[in-house]
């Protein structure tokens, strides 16, 4: 997450001072000097470098009430690019944005996910390269790149866990098959789905950046990416938030494709509501359809998505009494029929949960919708990719 400069000492390199730029902490060089207690000459030497790096553009400040107008120092977001993706069971998206996590250009698809990376690869490659073209732009720009994908990540290593769904993807190391096809070495950045689009949704969303929020993405599959102090929690092995796998009551035995009975998954997933839909006469080909016939009325689909809510509600409940967030944001496929789904979430959750623990909790839906994945996993790069450190290092290089 980006973390605000206080005023630093006067070792504060190029990269600090991008930081300052990039953050309107600073905005000319007189603020910059102020803040870090650099001298003039020393200012000017790493704002020269900036700009000679591509990074920074200078721009005539407004008349002030007398003398010569500042400059002001503009961080350059189009002086590259990160590649972005947020892979799903159903539907998948593919993006290019700018260095601040602007969606410059997004396609939709579908990929064989369950084919494994010789399938989903060339997909992500192909994509971008006509992404990349349609900006007039190529992949010696691309300076990051990120990807969410569906099930358990082990974070620091970019390997997805074992899953029986995911099977060809267990084990596997995506970031050195993308790598391997860009002119220069960059960044590449693998995450759990939900936790990439918990991170869009807290610092691009509309919902002002609450510091303790779950996130949950509620379609084909159920999960949570849990923000807590303003930082995306992973869990010690990046396992934190499997909330679609946690055991719900009185379900009777139904297996999950996690290998165990009655998770939340299986009960109210997006499978399990086709296949009770079909059973009451309404052959709906995929859950947006029966998202559709929810929001007509159709008092099968809306019992069924409340239902889904309720059960969806007794997971969180144990989230909120455990880590008391302010907001719970719902996305996903199944949260656009928001009434009827927070109807059944409410119910639950101000039912089972302590009084302080929902005295001032929100649920709301999710503000940024099939943007929400790939502007996380652009702000995951840029992260990266802009810190002190790896801006000294790309000034240097």
């Given at each position: 997450?980006?973390?605000?400069?206080?005023?630093?000492?006067?070792?504060?390199?190029?990269?600090?001072?991008?930081?300052?730029?990039?953050?309107?902490?600073?905005?000319?060089?007189?603020?910059?000097?102020?803040?870090?207690?650099?001298?003039?000459?020393?200012?000017?030497?790493?704002?020269?470098?900036?700009?000679?790096?591509?990074?920074?553009?200078?721009?005539?400040?407004?008349?002030?009430?007398?003398?010569?107008?500042?400059?002001?120092?503009?961080?350059?977001?189009?002086?590259?690019?990160?590649?972005?993706?947020?892979?799903?069971?159903?539907?998948?998206?593919?993006?290019?944005?700018?260095?601040?996590?602007?969606?410059?250009?997004?396609?939709?698809?579908?990929?064989?996910?369950?084919?494994?990376?010789?399938?989903?690869?060339?997909?992500?490659?192909?994509?971008?390269?006509?992404?990349?073209?349609?900006?007039?732009?190529?992949?010696?720009?691309?300076?990051?790149?990120?990807?969410?994908?569906?099930?358990?990540?082990?974070?620091?290593?970019?390997?997805?866990?074992?899953?029986?769904?995911?099977?060809?993807?267990?084990?596997?190391?995506?970031?050195?098959?993308?790598?391997?096809?860009?002119?220069?070495?960059?960044?590449?950045?693998?995450?759990?789905?939900?936790?990439?689009?918990?991170?869009?949704?807290?610092?691009?969303?509309?919902?002002?950046?609450?510091?303790?929020?779950?996130?949950?993405?509620?379609?084909?599959?159920?999960?949570?990416?849990?923000?807590?102090?303003?930082?995306?929690?992973?869990?010690?092995?990046?396992?934190?938030?499997?909330?679609?796998?946690?055991?719900?009551?009185?379900s009777g035995g139904l297996p999950c494709r996690c290998g165990n009975t009655d998770c939340l998954e299986a009960v109210a997933g997006g499978r399990a509501l086709l296949n009770a839909a079909a059973e009451q006469g309404r052959d709906v080909?995929?859950?947006?359809?029966?998202?559709?016939?929810?929001?007509?009325?159709?008092?099968?689909?809306?019992?069924?998505?409340?239902?889904?809510?309720?059960?969806?509600?007794?997971?969180?409940?144990?989230?909120?009494?455990?880590?008391?967030?302010?907001?719970?944001?719902?996305?996903?496929?199944?949260?656009?029929?928001?009434?009827?789904?927070?109807?059944?979430?409410?119910?639950?959750?101000?039912?089972?949960?302590?009084?302080?623990?929902?005295?001032?909790?929100?649920?709301?839906?999710?503000?940024?919708?099939?943007?929400?994945?790939?502007?996380?996993?652009?702000?995951?790069?840029?992260?990266?990719?802009?810190?002190?450190?790896?801006?000294?290092?790309?000034?240097?290089?």
């Amino acid at each position: 997450m980006p973390r605000t400069p206080g005023r630093l000492s006067s070792t504060a390199t190029s990269g600090h001072i991008l930081e300052l730029i990039r953050t309107g902490t600073a905005t000319n060089r007189s603020e910059i000097a102020r803040t870090t207690g650099l001298s003039r000459p020393s200012v000017a030497l790493r704002v020269a470098e900036l700009v000679g790096g591509g990074l920074v553009v200078e721009r005539n400040g407004a008349p002030s009430g007398g003398g010569r107008p500042p400059t002001l120092l503009e961080f350059d977001a189009s002086s590259g690019l990160i590649l972005t993706s947020a892979l799903g069971m159903a539907r998948s998206q593919a993006a290019v944005c700018d260095l601040n996590g602007a969606v410059l250009v997004r396609t939709p698809g579908s990929p064989d996910l369950e084919g494994g990376p010789e399938t989903t690869v060339p997909w992500l490659l192909e994509t971008w390269r006509e992404q990349l073209a349609s900006l007039g732009r190529d992949t010696g720009s691309v300076r990051g790149v990120g990807i969410g994908l569906p099930g358990t990540v082990e974070y620091h290593t970019g390997r997805a866990a074992y899953r029986p769904f995911l099977g060809p993807w267990a084990g596997v190391a995506l970031g050195p098959l993308i790598a391997e096809h860009l002119p220069a070495p960059v960044p590449v950045t693998v995450d759990n789905d939900v936790n990439v689009m918990a991170v869009g949704e807290h610092l691009c969303g509309g919902h002002g950046r609450p510091d303790d929020m779950v996130f949950v993405k509620a379609s084909t599959g159920i999960g949570a990416g849990l923000v807590s102090g303003g930082r995306l929690l992973r869990g010690s092995l990046g396992a934190a938030g499997e909330l679609g796998h946690i055991p719900v009551r009185d379900s009777g035995g139904l297996p999950c494709r996690c290998g165990n009975t009655d998770c939340l998954e299986a009960v109210a997933g997006g499978r399990a509501l086709l296949n009770a839909a079909a059973e009451q006469g309404r052959d709906v080909d995929g859950l947006k359809e029966l998202v559709s016939l929810a929001l007509d009325g159709d008092p099968v689909a809306v019992t069924l998505v409340r239902g889904a809510g309720r059960r969806l509600g007794e997971a969180l409940a144990g989230a909120v009494n455990l880590l008391n967030p302010d907001t719970i944001v719902l996305g996903g496929d199944l949260s656009e029929a928001y009434d009827h789904l927070v109807a059944g979430v409410r119910e639950v959750i101000f039912s089972q949960c302590t009084a302080l623990a929902t005295r001032q909790l929100r649920v709301v839906s999710s503000s940024l919708w099939d943007e929400a994945g790939v502007r996380g996993c652009a702000a995951m790069v840029a992260e990266e990719i802009l810190s002190p450190e790896a801006v000294n290092a790309f000034l240097a290089g």
